[in-house]
């Protein structure tokens, strides 16, 4: 695996980036049989739970999960008051901005790679024995730099195309984007992170 499964298994078990996709399948879903209201609603209630659930499973709730949930009730009274879930489908575009500002910042500016930070402060000891080989430990940790610097350009091509799908696509593609493209992008940009880093070790 040399670095790769740790640098997975930080990714899906420790990042907010996965909240929010119920409420927009949801969304997506119940707009298509029972109208909009309906689904905007049903949207904010799940993203409400999504909170609870964040609170019961890992005993607090990060600022980016509660800003997350704030845009998205912002988002759902604007769609509710003017009758047009255009503002809803926006909101993860500007989510997605908020996700590339922290990034950009920490790295650029703070010369701080979040990633290390979030690996230091969370993760550090439970991956310890995992990464106990040289190797391993120096490729997940140079993947984890290599990801801090490059994740806010990622979140900010994401936040362009999804903003781009509410406008101009239908609610399904725009869904496609949303939830699966994210996916994809993170995926690539693991998979570019850590060839880099093997590469790095094998060039040494």
């Known amino acids: 695996?040399?670095?790769?499964?740790?640098?997975?298994?930080?990714?899906?078990?420790?990042?907010?980036?996965?909240?929010?996709?119920?409420?927009?399948?949801?969304?997506?879903?119940?707009?298509?049989?029972?109208?909009?209201?309906?689904?905007l609603i049903s949207a904010i209630a799940l993203a409400f739970l999504e909170l609870v659930f964040s609170l019961v499973v890992y005993g607090a709730i990060d600022e980016l999960t509660i800003i997350g949930f704030v845009l998205v009730g912002i988002a759902v009274a604007i769609s509710l008051k003017t009758?047009?879930?255009?503002?809803?489908?926006?909101q993860p575009a500007a989510l997605g901005l908020i996700f590339a500002s922290v990034f950009l910042v920490f790295y650029f500016v703070l010369d701080k790679p979040l990633l290390i930070?979030?690996?230091?402060?969370?993760?550090?000891?439970?991956?310890?024995?995992?990464?106990?080989?040289?190797?391993?430990?120096?490729?997940?940790?140079?993947?984890?730099?290599?990801?801090?610097?490059?994740m806010g350009f990622w979140f900010l091509l994401h936040a362009a195309l999804t903003a781009w799908a509410a406008m101009k696509l239908s609610k399904w593609w725009w869904f496609a984007i949303r939830v699966p493209g994210l996916y994809i992008i993170m995926l690539l940009a693991c998979f570019i992170a850590i060839r880099g880093a093997i590469a790095g070790i094998i060039a040494r």
Do not use: C, Q
């Open 83 to 90: 009758d047009n879930d255009l503002y809803f489908k926006l």
């Open 1 to 39: 695996m040399t670095g790769a499964g740790p640098l997975l298994l930080f990714a899906v078990e420790y990042s907010t980036l996965w909240i929010g996709i119920v409420p927009v399948l949801v969304f997506v879903i119940l707009e298509s049989v029972s109208g909009k209201k309906t689904a």
């Open 117 to 150: 930070v979030m690996y230091d402060k969370y993760m550090k000891g439970a991956l310890g024995p995992v990464l106990a080989d040289d190797t391993k430990r120096i490729v997940f940790l140079r993947a984890m730099h290599t990801l801090s610097r490059d």
